[in-house]
Structures are given as structure tokens and as C-alpha cells.
């Protein structure tokens, strides 16, 4: 089975550009994830959606970052307009809905796309 | 909000040795999880642990789930080179009764582990 597909893999972009990246979760599952991972502040949870819908934002960094699931397969993250302290690798992960008390947790992450902003 | 302090940030070892590394938390957790990310890669899931004191082997991994729940920590047996990497733990709180909730995951900063043939 195919894995949390994201592209692109890399970009490097000007400042105040728009950087879109995109992911295809694992088929079937729920839930999906946006992660940015940095030196400094490790992993961190972004924004995520359940069936479809953001459930918690609280992670996005501000109003410059946007993200949306139109349908199950396929979910974007966009940056606009970007800054240099938005470089990092960004992750998207899935998994599937709760099954009781024992749900697993078990995140598959994609590759993740590593975003240079110059 | 929930905070994990993992340890140690970086190991250097030869080849053969064993290797610990562990998690501690303010926050009680329901589950605890440990990841490794290959250079390149996103971070896998290598072991899951559901119970105060439960005690799980994935190979030459062996993890345990302490018992105050606040705590967890995960050994490598006669490590190879292969074992290099960053590895993570995450834990996670109970959904709410409901079912329908995800217990927000949250990670550790990593522990970067390098191997000396």
C-alpha cells in the first residue's frame, strides 16, 4: 500500500512568495496531520483534520499560514506570503479513527517537504 | 501545555553496545510511543505501549511504559549501524469518552543517535 504521499519534496523560494505544499494521506484513514520540524523546536503540530474538517488550529504560527482538506484524499498547506524563519521540513501524517481506548496513536508520516525561504 | 523532556539529546557509540534513552512528562499519559527518523525520512513508529508498566520487545527494542505514567524509556540491544538516527517519543492522552476526539500527540525533541562501526 502506498504511504502519506507529499510533494514537493524540496522548494526554495523567495521571501513573500507563496508556497503551497500537498499531501495525499493512506487511504481510509481519518485523520490527518500537519507537522514543521526545526532545529530548534523539534516537532510540532501545525493544524489537523478529522473527516475532513480542521479540528485544531492552535499550532498554526499565524495568519500567514493556511491549510484545507477538500476531500479525503488530498489536503494542502500554503504560506503566503512566506519569511526566511519559515524554513523548515514540513510533514504531513495520517492515521486511522479511534478504536476504543487501546487507538494505537500510530501517526504514518509522509516523507516531508523541506522549505527554504531566502 | 504538555511538555516531554527527553534524554539524553545525543549518544555516540560503538558498534555492539546497548543503548537507553528515556522520556519524562509534567502530564499523565495514556500512551506512549517511540519513533525513529532516518536521515531524510519522517519519523516510523518502532514500538507502542498502552499500559502503566508494560513492558514491550520489537526485536532488539525493548520500551516500557513506567508506571506513574509520566515516564517511559526505550533500550537498544548490540546496536548495528542501521540504528542511526533520531529517535522520538510521543505521548498521547485518552480521547474523550465519546470516542470521536484524537489525544493530541505530542513529541520530544529527539534524541540523535550515532553508531561507530
Known amino acids: 500500500d502506498a504511504g502519506v504521499i507529499q510533494s514537493p519534496r524540496h522548494e526554495v523560494t523567495e521571501m513573500g512568495q507563496e508556497v503551497t505544499l500537498r499531501c495525499k494521506p493512506i487511504?481510509?484513514?481519518?485523520?490527518l496531520f500537519w507537522y514543521r520540524q526545526t532545529m530548534m523546536r523539534g516537532l510540532e503540530l501545525l493544524i489537523y483534520?478529522?473527516?475532513?474538517?480542521?479540528?485544531?488550529d492552535s499550532g498554526m504560527p499565524e495568519d500567514r499560514f493556511s491549510a484545507k482538506m477538500p476531500n479525503a484524499s488530498f489536503s494542502t498547506l500554503k504560506i503566503q506570503p512566506s519569511e526566511p524563519r519559515d524554513s523548515a521540513v514540513y510533514f504531513c501524517?495520517?492515521?486511522?479513527?479511534?478504536?476504543?481506548?487501546?487507538?494505537?496513536?500510530?501517526?504514518?508520516f509522509g516523507e516531508g517537504s523541506r522549505l527554504t525561504v531566502l | 501545555g504538555q511538555q516531554l523532556n527527553q534524554s539524553p539529546q545525543s549518544m555516540f557509540i560503538q558498534e555492539g553496545e546497548d543503548v537507553s534513552m528515556n522520556c519524562t512528562s509534567s502530564?499523565?499519559?495514556?500512551?506512549w510511543l517511540w519513533y525513529k527518523q532516518d536521515p531524510g525520512e519522517g519519523p516510523v513508529l518502532l514500538i507502542a505501549?498502552?499500559?502503566?508498566?508494560e513492558l514491550t520487545s520489537n526485536g532488539r527494542l525493548t520500551a516500557q511504559f513506567g508506571i506513574t505514567r509520566k515516564d517511559s524509556f526505550l533500550n537498544i540491544s548490540a546496536s548495528i549501524p542501521s540504528d542511526v538516527g533520531i529517535y522520538f517519543c510521543?505521548?498521547?492522552?485518552?480521547?474523550?469518552?465519546?470516542?470521536?476526539?484524537?489525544?493530541?500527540?505530542?513529541f520530544g525533541q529527539g534524541t540523535i543517535l550515532t553508531v561507530h562501526p
Open positions: 501524517a495520517s492515521r486511522q479513527k479511534d478504536r476504543g481506548w487501546r487507538n494505537g496513536g500510530e501517526l504514518f
Open positions: 487511504s481510509g484513514h481519518d485523520y
Open positions: 483534520f478529522n473527516n475532513n474538517v480542521p479540528i485544531d
Open positions: 502530564s499523565i499519559f495514556n500512551t
Open positions: 505501549l498502552y499500559k502503566a508498566g
Open positions: 510521543a505521548g498521547q492522552l485518552r480521547p474523550n469518552a465519546g470516542g470521536t476526539s484524537y489525544g493530541k500527540l505530542t
